[in-house]
């Protein structure tokens, strides 16, 4: 308990005032859980046990960490390691690789598409004797805690529709997304912080960069308050949360005691359960107020943490500080946080800017595994990284020994997975010599989706919301699967 | 008995003994229904089609594709036969022998219905109905909103004022509800006012209602508010949900799109109360009306209001697929209820659309005349054109000219299609070049560092001389000569800054100038929102001291400078002494307009002074400006390389020269290129740029007809570009079609089909039209059944909460089913009968007593009705975000009551569009407005789709991302903290508190009532003010004790409190205000 919400339940008046909140927030769960055509409100953010009640079967994860790679990484210079492609500099992609596959308009126009291997150095590591790149050497040390995957696939080829249907299971706008449809099935595990949590960050590749989107963490037709809540590293961490300028913490709540008292006879006037729960929210707002704060306060972690994490984890909003914010919002109870980091669209001038992409999230991925491993949270923390589609082998623009840029490939790429029963150490699907096509295991992104709902108990085709006349799903109408194989 | 256990025997001795099953079930069914559903005969439309449509239609339903065993029930004449090897799934009267009922009472895995791998379970008493209307004879019945409706009869009222309560009554009645009492009279206010205007009434308002003693007191109230300009205003609000309006594209860059004039038209259109048939037409189909008048082709907005892209990447296609599916999607869910976008795939699952059904009516809107790419562009084609009103005549002038210019050269082009054809056929052609005379006077190549220059490869042919940067020349010594004040031309190729930190300020290219007089050329962008927005200044001055000078300063234009692009500016100037003779263009593009022009030369510009190349200060005029962007050491020649941007060649000419008379450098070699290559595999672009080069060169009407188009361009692109734009359709001349997408793949198209409405409902009747104005005709046509039954639905949502239908948008089989379908039919029918009157009809509704009830609810009506369907309490529930903010604002007296006009920036926390948008985007940066334009209504609020206004996304307000007919009412805290600490609604407490305090003596106690007044139109009760009273001195001790700062609190906002108030006081009661605002009573209506 932190010492604000210690001095309030000294004073009886608020103390009732609190439990009676708390009282009502969990009476009031029938509303979120009944059907979504009524009249009257839903409450908080999910706070309380989700719509499915229980979970389809026992989940291994009881939270989430998604590090997004916003621009789409290139997997052939970090862990797809292509060695063959080196004696192939400048030679055109066969045809027969291509298959004629859908290019952008952005290299369809190219004459021909010479082969670009990659100018950085790999070395088999860990006990899974996994490829991974010289840009990544933290990594390196977590690879047996990780389960790399080699073969996921996506059908969108831009940016846009590709990051909204990783993120939602639609190309189209309007479907709820990955954190808001755990929110909306689990529900929360606390009483103070929002369920779903977003983390946007600055990055040090090249200014012009992909955009986000708010529907990518959006609720889409599922109720509001499940969408995801960024918690900004400049300004309120949440939005409004802190009081104006000249107002104390007393006067807040005398102005709340005012609010409430006449609430609740407003309630004994008008008999409506919806004061009564505006009233349990104004109060989680008040201890929203201390507890985000709280948790934005980073002068409690000690030294070795931040070397762990490493010399940008205390400057705000850095990739670094997100995952260390991460860490903590996990401890606190949110269910899930997605780091959004930006700037992997390299189209040109790769082999400069990836080493600073890779930089801003190397050292930091690292830590947040070690740290939650080292905390024994890994066993039921979800971590998953990667963008939203991959890069191509062959060279966008000018191909030199020294200078490339890759287009956009979604027929493979590599996503890595981490925690709550995922095995680590394992290397999942192949792609050709050529990194082009997958060979072996391939794993859609609804499949990667419906394995991270397992994760945490949830039968992708059971979590669905009626919208339209549809069972709106995460993974959609088309089949899904649960990859078992990278599971113990 | 138990009923479990005797299906649980029945079905483990179904084939031994059939017998047994028959009767054990049999006796289970009538002693449980006995018990459950008492006499009442099973209706199939309430009871059986809910469950098939949810359990057994996603395999024996509308869809082909997917059905099983060749059954559909949802058709009744295949439920009734057999289908294929199977006898009919149902047998009239006999459950035991009908498939369709062993199936489901099964527990043989094989047989079981329905499968256990579709997670579908039925309910005990799904399966007992099932059984009991089998028994019953299984009377079918049409989907109910498929049907015609017919004028109901009115049940005999015991209760109420019109119509609509008799129909509620009697529903009441058989819910066991009684109604409430009627609501006082400021509450009525209060209601009304938000329900038709989404204000707030004003004290003097509620006063004069409470003391009018007419028995049409409430009458007039609600004819008063209907006449109210903020009428229009919310009921538009309420339209642009569905209409999905918003100001950028929706897609990737997500640029600021211009389409706000369709936004006031709607405005409009609910403020003269334009039938709703007509204002359904105009949205539809206004261009396609006899001589649209401009209002009907703003209307057309309707449809150009869905998310638009221009990602690099996308293919058209692609996208043609995505915005027919849009707007088949939008325009179904707003008129017709039906969920049309789920047959794009397949044929829908539930209701009788087929994919057929989809492509035709997408059918309508492919034969939209107009790019797929929005060309990250605010003016994406077709648009309207409303120039300023000073320009209105010389824009028919200039655009008149336009047009016939564009005639004569394609009527041009079209006379020499022959001897352009044989020119490319002639193996032996000729190539030429026209080359006027208009060789430099001299030419400049600059060294950088002692580089060579990157570009122009080619060998001058006329004097240069090699400088570097910062060099100063002079000319006279050089052999060189240059008079400013004859007609010139001064042309460079630039390397703009490629790094975002470098692109601010001002870039000085080249100079001749002693401090007062002379002529100069920078670049500058001044904007940080618009890193690649460049302006180009050119002066000609004879006396900066005077100001004697021409100056002129571009639009910002968009460059995109990378690493290895340069930009080549032309200023040519025709030595008449006015800018009017002054053109400014980058190549290949028409002179840009200025934003800023000084036109005020009399004299000589021509001095002695040496030429200045780069790095010189390039004094701005306008100072304040000057400071900010002023930055030297772009061609620092001491820095190490061109980092930042350079000059690579300067060439001057002593005439003017048009943009067509550029660009001949590598024409040739181009041209000769593109014919090597086989005619099939040129794409248009290369076509063109084939007849581009034959033209120019060898036809010399063309040239002239150029010269002139160019001129033309100038004038029209100076109106143009003040002129307000709006997005609307436009046909195109064949007639609508489109293919049928298997799958809905884009890139797998079949066969062509020809725009028609679903085939269930009719299809379009023979006489009409078969495109957009017969869609929107059919529409409104008498004999569609869910136009007008969906739209009064929506009605009555916006002013009960929930519709009569809850699923507004889906009045298909998957739909709800209305709770009270007579009334629904009947209010459809006579909102037909009374000529679509939208004010008319909403004044029914206002008018009914069930809307003039207290909100009041006993825990006994909760248990009974507890979504106030049956609506035996007036509604009650939390006003939308937009209304939230309109209220602190209009009670605090700081709305501006604007109607119309551009959008607005409001208050918003920093960071929160860069924190997502696309860095190139123009709404990567937010920049509030100031002034009045912080306190407009919510509906003139910038909205980017991509990171709409946070403080009403809080409240359910949807992302416009797509259409939307009903909102979601979410309680969280995340809504407390807005409307406690949003500065626009803590400026607006302080506003209202001042608005007490200025006009206002009294005591605490007075202050306090009267400002509740402003809040609520009455009074506070006894026991509420003095729960304020106790409030307001706990805050004023505390701002007293300094624990609060009250200084610091009033501060907060644009606008400056009045200084005459006392510190503490104001800060005091701005708390009350704040406090008032955050009641229930002031968030929710009630």
């Given at each position: 308990m932190n010492p604000i919400d210690e001095y309030l339940s000294f004073e009886t008046r608020r103390q009732f005032l609190g439990k009676a909140a708390k009282g009502l927030g969990i009476a009031a769960l029938a509303s979120i859980v009944g059907p979504g055509l009524n009249g009257g409100a839903r409450q908080s953010l999910g706070f309380g046990p989700g719509a499915l009640g229980m979970t389809h079967f026992p989940g291994k994860a009881k939270r989430g960490?998604?590090?997004?790679?916003?621009?789409?990484?290139?997997?052939?210079?970090?862990?797809?390691?292509?060695?063959?492609?080196q004696s192939m500099f400048d030679k055109d992609l066969p045809d027969s690789v291509r298959r004629g596959q859908r290019l952008t308009t952005m290299t369809s126009g190219q004459a021909r598409f010479p082969i670009a291997p990659s100018i950085?150095?790999?070395?088999?590591?860990?006990?899974?004797?996994?490829?991974?790149?010289?840009?990544?050497?933290?990594?390196?040390?977590?690879?047996?805690?990780i389960a790399i995957v080699k073969s996921i696939w996506t059908d969108a080829i831009n940016h846009d529709p590709a990051i909204t249907y990783i993120q939602t299971g639609n190309q189209i706008p309007g479907r709820p997304s990955l954190g808001a449809w755990l929110s909306y099935g689990l529900g929360s595990l606390n009483d103070n912080l929002p369920t779903f949590v977003v983390l946007n960050s600055t990055w040090t590749?090249?200014?012009?960069?992909?955009?986000?989107?708010?529907?990518?963490?959006?609720?889409?037709?599922?109720?509001?308050?499940?969408?995801?809540v960024s918690l900004r590293s400049k300004g309120d961490p949440v939005l409004y949360l802190t009081d104006p300028n000249g107002i104390s913490r007393e006067t807040r709540r005398d102005m709340l005691d005012g609010v409430n008292e006449i609430n609740e006879d407003l309630y004994h006037e008008f008999g409506d359960p919806e004061t009564h729960a505006r009233i349990s929210q104004y109060e989680m707002a008040f201890r929203m107020q201390s507890s985000v704060p709280d948790l934005t306060d980073l002068s409690d972690e000690p030294d070795y943490i931040f070397s762990l994490y490493g010399p940008d984890a205390k400057v705000p909003g850095t990739f670094a500080y997100n995952c260390l914010m991460a860490r903590r919002l996990a401890e606190k109870g949110v269910r899930f946080s997605q780091i959004f980091h930006?700037?992997?669209?390299?189209?040109?001038?790769?082999?400069?800017?990836?080493?600073?992409?890779?930089?801003?999230?190397?050292?930091?991925?690292?830590?947040?595994?070690?740290?939650?491993?080292?905390?024994?949270?890994?066993?039921?923390?979800?971590?998953?990284?990667?963008?939203?589609?991959?890069?191509?082998?062959?060279?966008?623009?000018?191909?030199?020994?020294?200078?490339?840029?890759?287009?956009?490939?979604?027929?493979?790429?590599?996503?890595?997975i981490a925690g709550a029963g995922v095995k680590g150490g394992t290397i999942y699907g192949e792609t050709d010599d050529f990194g082009y096509n997958i060979v072996k295991d391939p794993v859609h992104i609804r499949d990667l989706n419906a394995t991270i709902l397992n994760r945490f108990g949830i039968d992708h085709q059971q979590l669905s919301f009626k919208h339209q006349g549809l069972d709106l799903r995460l993974t959609g109408v088309e089949d899904a699967r649960v990859v078992n194989q990278i599971l113990a | 008995m138990n009923l479990l256990f005797a299906r649980f025997k029945a079905t483990m001795n179904r084939r031994n003994n059939p017998f047994l099953v028959r009767s054990l079930a049999y006796i289970a069914v009538v002693q449980f229904l006995a018990a459950n559903i008492g006499a009442r005969t099973v209706s199939f439309n309430k009871d059986i089609r809910p469950i098939l449509s949810e359990n057994c239609y996603a395999c024996h339903g509308p869809d082909a594709e997917s059905r099983k065993a060749n059954l559909r029930l949802d058709i009744e004449a295949h439920a009734f036969q057999s289908h294929g090897k199977y006898d009919p799934a149902i047998v009239r009267g006999n459950p035991y022998e009908s498939p369709l009922y062993q199936r489901i009472t099964t527990s043989d895995e094989d047989d079981k219905m329905p499968p256990p791998d579709s997670h579908k379970i039925l309910k005990e008493s799904e399966i007992e109905l099932v059984a009991k209307w089998i028994e019953e004879g299984a009377k079918w019945e049409g989907h109910w909103a498929f049907g015609q409706p017919e004028k109901p009869e009115v049940p005999n009222a015991t209760w109420g004022n019109n119509e609509i309560d008799a129909f509620l009554h009697e529903a009441m009645l058989t819910k066991g509800l009684e109604p409430n009492d009627k609501a006082d009279r400021p509450t009525l206010a209060r209601r009304l006012s938000l329900d038709l205007t989404g204000l707030p009434p004003t004290p003097e308002l509620v006063k004069q209602f409470v003391k009018d003693n007419s028995p049409n007191a409430y009458e007039r109230l609600v004819d008063r508010l209907l006449d109210s300009n903020t009428y229009g205003e919310h009921q538009a609000r309420i339209w642009l949900d569905a209409a999905r309006y918003a100001d950028t594209h929706g897609l990737h860059l997500d640029n600021y799109r211009e389409i706000w004039p369709y936004r006031d038209w709607v405005v409009k259109a609910f403020n003269e109360n334009k039938p709703f048939d007509q204002f359904t037409v105009e949205q539809i189909a206004g261009d396609l009306l006899p001589k649209p008048t401009l209002d009907q082709r703003l209307a057309t907005g309707f449809n150009r209001c869905n998310p638009t892209t221009s990602e690099g990447g996308a293919i058209d296609e692609e996208y043609r697929a995505i915005y027919a599916k849009d707007r088949v999607e939008t325009t179904a869910t707003v008129f017709m209820g039906l969920t049309m976008g789920c047959a794009s795939c397949h044929d829908h699952k539930f209701d009788p659309i087929t994919m057929t059904d989809f492509y035709r009516f997408s059918a309508f809107f492919n034969n939209f005349d107009g790019p797929i790419m929005d060309g990250n562009v605010y003016d994406t084609r077709p648009v309207v054109t409303i120039p300023k009103p000073e320009h209105t005549n010389d824009w028919i002038q200039v655009s008149g000219e336009?047009?016939?210019?564009?005639?004569?050269?394609?009527?041009?082009?079209?006379?020499?299609?022959?001897?352009?054809?044989?020119?490319?056929?002639?193996?032996?052609?000729?190539?030429?070049?026209?080359?006027?005379?208009?060789?430099?006077?001299?030419?400049?190549?600059?060294?950088?560092?002692?580089?060579?220059?990157?570009?122009?490869?080619?060998?001058?042919?006329?004097?240069?001389?090699?400088?570097?940067?910062?060099?100063?020349i002079d000319l006279a010594r050089q052999g060189f000569e240059f008079n400013p004040d004859r007609p010139f031309t001064i042309s460079c190729n630039l390397k703009l800054p490629v790094e975002e930190g470098e692109k601010q300020g001002r870039i000085p290219v080249v100079r001749q100038f002693d401090g007062n007089r002379g002529w100069r050329l920078a670049v500058a962008n001044s904007n940080p929102s618009f890193p690649n927005r460049y302006q180009i200044t050119f002066d000609l001055v004879h006396s900066l001291e005077d100001g004697n000078m021409i100056s002129a300063t571009t639009k910002a234009q968009r460059f995109n400078p990378r690493e290895f692009s340069?930009?080549?500016?032309?200023?040519?100037?025709?030595?008449?002494?006015?800018?009017?003779?002054?053109?400014?263009?980058?190549?290949?593009?028409?002179?840009?307009?200025?934003?800023?022009?000084?036109?005020?030369?009399?004299?000589?510009?021509?001095?002695?002074?040496?030429?200045?190349?780069?790095?010189?200060?390039?004094?701005?005029?306008?100072?304040?400006?000057?400071?900010?962007?002023?930055?030297?050491?772009?061609?620092?020649?001491?820095?190490?390389?061109?980092?930042?941007?350079?000059?690579?060649?300067?060439?001057?000419?002593?005439?003017?020269?048009?943009?067509?008379?550029?660009?001949?450098?590598?024409?040739?070699?181009?041209?000769?290129?593109?014919?090597?290559?086989?005619?099939?595999?040129?794409?248009?672009?290369?076509?063109?740029?084939?007849?581009?080069?034959?033209?120019?060169?060898?036809?010399?009407?063309?040239?002239?007809?150029?010269?002139?188009?160019?001129?033309?361009?100038?004038?029209?692109?100076h109106i143009y570009d003040q002129a307000t734009i709006s997005l609307v359709m436009e046909e195109k001349d064949s007639p609508p079609t489109a293919r049928i997408l298997e799958r809905g793949e884009y890139d797998k198209p079949g066969k062509e089909v020809f725009a028609d409405v679903p085939e269930f409902l009719g299809g379009l009747p023979p006489n009409a039209t078969k495109n957009r104005l017969g869609l929107a005709n059919w529409l409104v046509d008498p004999r569609n059944p869910l136009t007008a039954r969906v739209t009064v639905n929506r009605f009555w949502q916006n002013f009960f909460g929930t519709g009569i239908v809850a699923t507004s948008e889906d009045f298909g089989i998957m739909g709800e089913n209305p709770t009270h379908p007579e009334l629904l039919d009947w209010l459809a029918i006579h909102f037909q009968e009374d000529n679509w009157d939208v004010k008319s009809f909403f004044k029914t509704l206002v008018m009914s007593a069930a809307y003039q009830q207290e909100s009041t609810i006993t825990p006994e009506e909760l248990e009974i009705d507890r979504d106030n369907r049956y609506l035996a309490r007036g509604p009650r529930y939390r006003l939308d975000g937009e209304i939230l903010r309109d209220k602190v604002l209009f009670v605090s007296g700081s709305l501006n009551s604007a109607i119309g006009g551009p959008p607005v920036k409001p208050y918003q926390p920093e960071g929160i569009w860069n924190a997502v948008a696309y860095s190139d985007s123009n709404t990567a940066h937010f920049f509030r407005d100031s002034g009045g334009a912080l306190y407009r209504r919510s509906l003139y609020t910038f909205w980017k789709r991509t990171a709409p206004p946070?403080?009403?996304?809080?409240?359910?307000?949807?992302?416009?991302?797509?259409?939307?007919?009903?909102?979601?009412?979410?309680?969280?805290?995340?809504?407390?903290?807005?409307?406690?600490?949003?500065?626009?609604?803590?400026?607006?407490?302080?506003?209202?508190?001042?608005?007490?305090?200025?006009?206002?003596?009294?005591?605490?106690?007075?202050?306090?009532?009267?400002?509740y007044a402003y809040a609520f139109g009455n009074m506070p009760k006894d026991k509420h003010k003095k729960i304020l009273e106790r409030s307001y001195r706990k805050f004023q001790s505390s701002f007293i004790e300094g624990r609060s700062d009250a200084k610091a609190f009033v501060k907060i906002g644009d606008s400056v409190p009045n200084s005459g108030h006392d510190l503490v006081e104001l800060a005091s009661y701005t708390m009350i205000a704040n406090q008032i605002m955050n009641l229930d009573s002031f968030i929710t209506k009630y």
């Open positions: 960490i998604y590090l997004f790679m916003s621009g789409a990484p290139s997997q052939l210079d970090m862990y797809d390691y292509k060695p063959e492609m950085f150095n790999f070395e088999r590591v860990g006990n899974s004797g996994a490829w991974i790149s010289e840009l990544l050497p933290y990594t390196k040390k977590i690879v047996d805690d590749g090249r200014k012009t960069a992909q955009a986000l989107f708010s529907r990518l963490w959006g609720a889409g037709p599922l109720p509001s308050e499940h969408q995801g930006r700037g992997w669209d390299q189209h040109g001038a790769l082999p400069k800017d990836l080493p600073n992409q890779c930089k801003d999230v190397d050292q930091a991925s690292y830590a947040l595994i070690t740290d939650l491993k080292q905390r024994g949270m890994l066993d039921d923390t979800l971590v998953i990284w990667g963008g939203e589609f991959g890069r191509t082998l062959y060279c966008q623009g000018a191909l030199s020994k020294t200078n490339y840029g890759r287009d956009h490939h979604p027929k493979c790429y590599t996503k890595w | 336009r047009e016939a210019l564009s005639e004569a050269v394609k009527k041009l082009k079209e006379n020499k299609a022959a001897s352009l054809t044989a020119w490319i056929k002639d193996e032996g052609r000729e190539y030429k070049i026209f080359t006027p005379d208009f060789k430099p006077s001299f030419e400049l190549l600059l060294k950088i560092n002692n580089r060579e220059p990157e570009s122009d490869p080619r060998k001058p042919t006329h004097p240069t001389l090699d400088i570097s940067m910062g060099d100063q340069n930009t080549i500016i032309h200023v040519t100037y025709d030595g008449s002494g006015s800018v009017a003779g002054l053109s400014i263009r980058t190549e290949s593009r028409q002179p840009f307009d200025y934003s800023k022009v000084i036109d005020n030369l009399s004299g000589s510009a021509k001095v002695e002074s040496p030429l200045q190349i780069g790095n010189f200060t390039t004094g701005l005029i306008d100072p304040g400006l000057a400071a900010k962007s002023y930055k030297t050491g772009y061609y620092d020649k001491t820095s190490d390389g061109p980092k930042t941007g350079s000059i690579n060649s300067l060439k001057i000419f002593d005439r003017p020269i048009y943009p067509f008379q550029f660009g001949i450098g590598d024409t040739v070699k181009r041209i000769k290129e593109l014919l090597n290559t086989p005619e099939e595999r040129r794409r248009s672009r290369d076509k063109n740029q084939i007849e581009e080069y034959y033209f120019t060169n060898f036809v010399p009407e063309y040239r002239e007809l150029k010269h002139k188009q160019a001129i033309n361009e100038k004038g029209y692109n946070p403080n009403m996304v809080v409240f359910d307000v949807p992302s416009r991302e797509n259409c939307n007919v009903r909102r979601e009412r979410t309680n969280t805290p995340l809504q407390a903290l807005t409307l406690m600490n949003d500065p626009q609604f803590v400026e607006a407490a302080r506003q209202l508190a001042e608005r007490v305090l200025t006009h206002h003596g009294g005591s605490v106690g007075e202050r306090i009532s009267k400002m």
